[in-house]
């Protein structure tokens, strides 16, 4: 097939890491027979630097009319001290709204080969497979009013019920494929917006029978999360507390630096790593490419709809690590890479070895299975 793709690498290790995502994707095209164009463009501080916008019209442009979007990461120092509007982080705000995207998708599971480099103990990471479900264009991140001066400043978090419905239904969905549980999270015993959510999360249930729904406040939930986590399947949140839930569940895999993302909702997805842009190790070729590569195996299954060609992402990615190869983020990784030595041993590890079968007892694993829940067995 044919598809394009817009690559918008942003700041920090986000050129280094999209680099080899990139790549990972031309290699993919490659041994399935496909066409990938790669068309970059400018977003958050770099976009801030040559245009004064972050999401300059152009870019905005080129993400509404291709066919997936991949994403490095935003933001830095440099541009802290700008007004809101002119900040990295409200371009890519303004990217997930202008495109629609209100479910972030983010699957953290425990690699058996990377138990121990939790700090938590092995007993408790061991077999967690989680996929999170933040509503991704609403809540507080949106809500107005809102207002800053230095002596008072408002946010306002909102939802309508057609705002949870849409994201619940992607929650429900995925939960029926998967194990058939979901743990919605909220603060219903404070706040109003919460009672919401919760009171339309239990009106869709009955549609899902085979789904078994349960409530937890965050604050509890942030404890069980990483004292339980085998006992949870598809996490189901609004905008803030799953953007710090998912940070905190990073803990449980590892490294931030493997978790991926897809944000989708509209015509056209994301796809970007759930970690930041890393200023204090941003061109040292110390990055973690695996958070955006995997974003890439979402983009292949989500946006291309090519389900055989993530898993062979997927596959080769297990299999790299299988091998003790990452960088230093990953405690215990026997074969330590730069950003892109760990690219390219990926992108090898895409193609067959030369007078063998391909190499499929590599995807045998859960980790970073198919979040739809469609497991690979052989
Ligand atoms: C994330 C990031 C963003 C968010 C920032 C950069 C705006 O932390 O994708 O998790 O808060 O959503
Ligand atoms: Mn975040």
């Not at 066409?35 to 501080?45: N, P, V």
């Not at 976009?47 to 972050?54: I, L, N, Q, W, Y």
């Not at 999170?132 to 309508?160: C, H, I, K, Q």
């Not at 009171?199 to 999360?225: E, G, I, R, T, W």
Request: hydrophobic fraction near 40%.
């Amino acid at each position: 097939m044919e598809a394009r793709i817009t690559v918008l690498p942003g700041d920090g290790v986000g050129p280094e890491v999209t680099a080899e995502a990139v790549a990972c994707l031309a290699t993919i095209a490659e041994q399935f027979g496909h066409a990938f164009e790669f068309q970059e463009a400018l977003i958050g501080g770099a976009a801030v630097d040559a245009t004064g916008d972050p999401l300059p019209e152009a870019t905005l442009n080129l993400c509404r009319t291709c066919d997936a979007v991949m994403l490095g990461a935003v933001g830095g120092p440099a541009w802290d001290r700008h007004p809101r509007d002119q900040r990295p982080e409200s371009g890519l705000l303004r990217l997930r709204k202008a495109l629609g995207l209100y479910a972030n998708l983010r699957p953290v599971s425990v690699h058996p080969s990377l138990e121990d480099a939790s700090p938590l103990k092995p007993e408790i990471v061991r077999g967690t497979d989680l996929m999170f479900v933040r509503e991704l264009s609403g809540g507080l991140y949106f809500g107005e009013p809102r207002s800053y001066s230095d002596e008072a400043a408002v946010n306002t978090l909102p939802y309508t019920r057609g705002e949870i419905e849409r994201v619940a239904r992607v929650a429900f969905d995925l939960a029926s494929v998967r194990r058939k549980r979901l743990v919605s999270v909220d603060k219903a015993n404070v706040l109003e917006t919460s009672r919401l959510w919760r009171k339309v999360v239990d009106d869709m249930a009955p549609a899902y029978p085979d789904v078994a729904v349960q409530h937890a406040y965050v604050d509890s939930f942030a404890m069980a999360l990483i004292t339980r986590p085998r006992d949870f399947d598809v996490v189901l949140t609004e905008n803030l507390f799953g953007d710090i839930l998912s940070d905190e569940a990073a803990v449980l895999a590892g490294s931030l630096g493997l978790l991926p993302s897809a944000s989708l909702g509209g015509s056209v997805g994301l796809f970007e790593p759930i970690h930041g842009s890393a200023p204090d190790i941003a061109g040292q070729d110390k990055a973690n490419p695996i958070g955006t590569i995997l974003s890439a195996a979402m983009l292949l299954r989500h946006a291309l709809k090519l389900d055989a060609e993530a898993l062979a992402l997927e596959a080769a990615v297990n299999h790299v690590i299988k091998g003790g190869h990452g960088t230093g983020d990953l405690k215990g990784a026997t074969h330590p890479h730069g950003t892109h030595s760990l690219g390219a041993r990926i992108q090898e590890a895409i193609r067959p070895p030369r007078n063998k079968s391909p190499r499929l007892a590599d995807s045998a694993y859960s980790w970073c299975g198919s979040p739809e829940g469609h497991r690979s067995n052989h």
